[in-house]
């Protein structure tokens, strides 16, 4: 069976530090992955998606930035965060030709 | 572009049937999806309408009306571990598009 990881699950962070956030699957080739961000009590934001190695697409410019080393590991990043970084920070991931998406546990991030 | 729109908040009591409605506009239709997601959790998914009708899943159900674009998610026999938010989404190219999320508050 397939299974999704995401790590750490909580984070305190300072503004202006760095982030890397860790997503992997098990269990799946090739899938589709995704970054998501919920700010507290709201929706869903996409940040990033990817359909292979490589392939990063970006719904919503800012300081963040992702990176598909691996066909099953996806990470988050940043190099300097901002108070508005924090949140719930969502990895997904789908079976390249069906719409169901499967979340990881996600990260709470507080950027102080 | 895409954009979802649902209630904020439904209550119902124990036991009721509910129903969280949902339109969307969008550029290329797929297929609406639902997922609910409890308190500090993680959106889990409930179900997935690609043509018009009712889909039955147990206590859950999901109708979509493609003309209309609309669809809804019913809830039946109520249960306090019901109360969550549920999101409805629309695919848009390879991502989903998610609405901004119902929460569902179930009584005693």
């Known amino acids: 069976s397939q299974t999704i990881h995401q790590w750490p699950a909580t984070l305190v962070q300072p503004v202006g530090s760095p982030l890397s956030l860790e997503c992997t699957v098990e269990?799946?080739?090739?899938?589709?992955l995704y970054w998501y961000r919920q700010a507290a009590g709201r929706g869903l934001q996409l940040l990033f998606y990817?359909?292979?190695?490589?392939?990063i697409s970006s719904e919503v410019p800012q300081n963040l930035s992702a990176s598909r080393p691996q066909d099953r590991q996806f990470i988050l990043s940043s190099k300097k965060l901002l108070l508005s970084d924090s949140g719930f920070y969502l990895c997904?991931?789908?079976?390249?030709?069906?719409?169901?998406?499967?979340f990881g546990p996600g990260t709470r991030l507080l950027v102080l | 572009g895409q954009s979802l729109e649902q209630p904020s908040e439904v209550t119902a009591v124990e036991g009721a049937i509910v129903q969280i409605n949902c339109t969307y506009q969008?550029?290329?239709?797929?297929?609406l999806s639902w997922y609910q997601q409890h308190d500090g959790g993680a959106p889990t998914f409930l179900s997935y309408?690609?043509?018009?009708g009712l889909e039955e899943t147990g206590r859950f159900s999901s109708f979509l009306s493609r003309s209309d674009s609309y669809g809804y998610l019913l809830l039946q026999e109520l249960q306090m571990k019901d109360s969550a938010s549920c999101f409805c989404?629309?695919?848009?190219?390879?991502?989903?598009?998610f609405g901004k999320g119902t929460t569902l508050s179930v009584s005693s």
């Open positions: 990817s359909v292979g190695i490589g392939q």
């Open positions: 989404a629309v695919r848009a190219g390879t991502a989903l598009i």
């Open positions: 269990g799946t080739s090739n899938p589709n």
């Open positions: 309408n690609a043509l018009d």
């Open positions: 969008t550029s290329g239709f797929y297929g």
């Open positions: 997904a991931w789908s079976p390249g030709d069906q719409e169901t998406q499967y």
